[in-house]
């Protein structure tokens, strides 16, 4: 390429940047987040339940939204489970969650508030999640 046209390209680029007028965080931007807690039935842990995490984002900024499912985990011998997530598209900041707990041949959905997504990995807070899964049904 000859040395006159990358002044002009430099232009044409700079020009391009200038226009867009804000800066977005890209659809490839390394966001994470950090869910951890304990499965119980009456104050006693669950073992070997499968625990799925599903996240929902739609903030303005993004460009698609984020509605994923990440797992199943299996609960360790004290009923505790443990998520590192970075999906693709999150932004930086408020994402929805829940958890969809298996034990038993047994289905619960839980809502579970909010985490925050936060640039860089891995995750610098977590977000904590503990449920008792009788006391949701009302059986302790």
């Known amino acids: 390429m000859p040395r006159r046209a990358w ?3 430099t232009l044409c680029l700079l020009a391009c940047v200038a226009e867009g007028g ?3 965080v890209s659809a490839g931007a390394p966001v994470s987040a950090a869910v951890q807690g304990h499965i119980t039935n009456c104050g006693e842990p669950v073992p070997n339940a499968s625990v799925l995490l599903l996240v929902q984002q739609d903030l303005q900024v993004q460009s698609r939204p984020v509605d994923t499912q990440i ?3 299996t609960t360790t011998h004290d009923g505790a489970y443990a998520f590192d997530i970075s999906p693709s598209f999150a932004v930086p900041g408020p994402a929805s969650m829940q958890l969809q707990v298996t034990t038993g041949g ?4 839980i809502e579970g508030g909010t985490l925050e997504f936060r640039m860089g990995t891995p995750a610098r807070d977590t977000a904590r999640f503990d449920v008792d899964l009788a006391n949701r049904r009302r059986a302790c």
């Not at 047994?106 to 959905?109: C, M, R």
């Open 7 to 9: 002044p002009a390209l």
């Open 22 to 24: 804000s800066l977005a």
């Open 71 to 73: 797992g199943p985990v």
């Open 106 to 109: 047994v289905t619960d959905e």
